[in-house]
């Protein structure tokens, strides 16, 4: 019952059509109830007291006929198919009108679900990403909230319905003996101990087959977006694999489920069978004691038969909304989980900044395990270029990932301009940041909006401009429809250089006083990152620019270089002060360059 009041709840954020729609299915219960009561006069009316009862004979039954045009006695006769015929007919229409305004009650709600489900997504940090699969956020937005919908359109409007019948059906038996009614209810409660036992089966079981859907929805996708990989590797029949065993276990939780499901309804179906023939031995003695009429006899047994589909259908509804509850467990976990990083409630909104960038013995850890980065400090002055360089895994992508405030420093302080980026609002900070990503990411979109993504009114001018500074003007106009071109998921139909020249052209188009380029041109050709980076020194004399680069020569003109290992900061100066120094720096420059570090030595 709890559980079903949480779904009442959610149908109660469209009060007014859940309110007509309980209005019609009251109205479809006093139309069933009418029903019931006419069983009454149409077997002691049309049938006992008929002239023809027990005569079967032709010519009087003729008789009858003209008999029943004459008298006012028969006219209720033509009345009674009449009343049938209407009490049907509107009973149908208020069964229309309940059920198309569940339905669509069942569509609001679900709309409201996903669009809200999508905003907590959207605004969860990166950390939580890291967490959970896409494809369990996936599975949980389409099959967890299909299956909510499917429960409030149809299951919960059927309940109600059907609690509505079924009490009109009640009323009705009470009314016509309630003698026989009580003597035929004290086997009903019977009934209740087998229903709860198949709602707690059933919902333990939808909840273990949507976790199996949730995996095999991270299978396709991982399989699916890394295709070449599995090509590659010629992993097919093993990735067929993993994936079939994921469709066998959700075969057998659905068989499982299946199986209960199956067995409810004819296991409550068979329940009231006994109940039927129970009724019918006490009614027969009851009409022999002349309690009863054979017509309240048969509208009561007419009542309990009809009784027999709400039950069924409650049941059946039950069995939805208990998938429907797992469900809703599902997208609650996710509409729950409190983004990690959270703006300060007294945030304000950062304003424009010239671009100091101050690290103050900063520490942080992805997991508790093992720390990324331990008391990093270092300056970087506004308007100047600060490199980052370092073996893979120090921790460099780590130190842009805190500025951006995607992960919250375990401890020390970020400022910029001297102002801690804690206390200013997520949007501000990062509206002054520009980031080229070390893997880039371009939506399937047209060139020119993956260009200018995120930003509003941007003339066709601009984002060319942009694109000439990185270098990816001429690639653009000869792409078949230049910068209307669709260029794919991630930019598929791209090369990796090309993909990594829009990237930059984004974050030059924002015009930000920060940008932070992590191995923004590691896949370009020499010619090429030599171009940008001179197209990067005219604009970077206003802004603060953050460098990552393995290749040396890239960085090699920073005004400070900073030397990123095991997540501590353990050289910073420029070029020449590091080459001096003779430490990590010079010896990953004498890797790259053997003659020129002997020149510099
Ligand atoms: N999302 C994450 N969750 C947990 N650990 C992570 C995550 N990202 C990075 N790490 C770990 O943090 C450490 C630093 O990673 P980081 O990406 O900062 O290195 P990097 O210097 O940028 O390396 P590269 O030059 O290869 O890009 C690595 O040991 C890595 O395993
Ligand atoms: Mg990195």
Redesign the pocket.
Known sequence: MKQIIQLLKLALQERKRMALSFLCTFFVAGFTYVFVNLVQPIIDEMFVRSPVSGVPDKMRFMDFVFQTLGISKEKIVVAIPLIVVAVILGKGLFTFLSSYLMKSVGHRVVKRMRDDLYVHILYQS??YF?RVPTGDLMSRLTNDVDKIQQSLSGSLGDFIEELFTLLALLVGIFIIDWHLALVSFVVTPLAAVPLAAFSRILKRKGLKNQREMARIYNLLHETISGHKVVKAFTMEKFELGKFMEATRRYFQTSLKLAWVSSLSSPFMEFLGGVVGAFILYVGSRRIGEGVISPGDFGAFVMAVFMMYMPIKRLSKANNSIQQAVACHERIREVQQAVPEIQEAPDAYPLPRVRGAVKFDSVSFA??ES?P??QEVSFEAPACTTAA?V????????????LLTRFYEPSSGRITIDGIDIREVTLESLRAQIGLVT?DIILFNDTVRNNIAYGLKDISSEDVIRAARAARAHDFIMELPEGYETQIGERGGLLSSGQRQRLAIARALLKDPPILIL??ATSALDSESERLIQEALARIKKNRTTLI?A?RLSTIRGADRIFV?DH?RLCEAGTHEELCRLNGIYMRLYDLQFPEEGERVR
């Open positions: 990166p950390a890291d992805y997991n093992r990324a980065l980052f370092g073996l893979s895994g120090g921790g460099k992508t780590t130190i842009i990932s070390q992590d191995e990552i393995h990123i997540g």
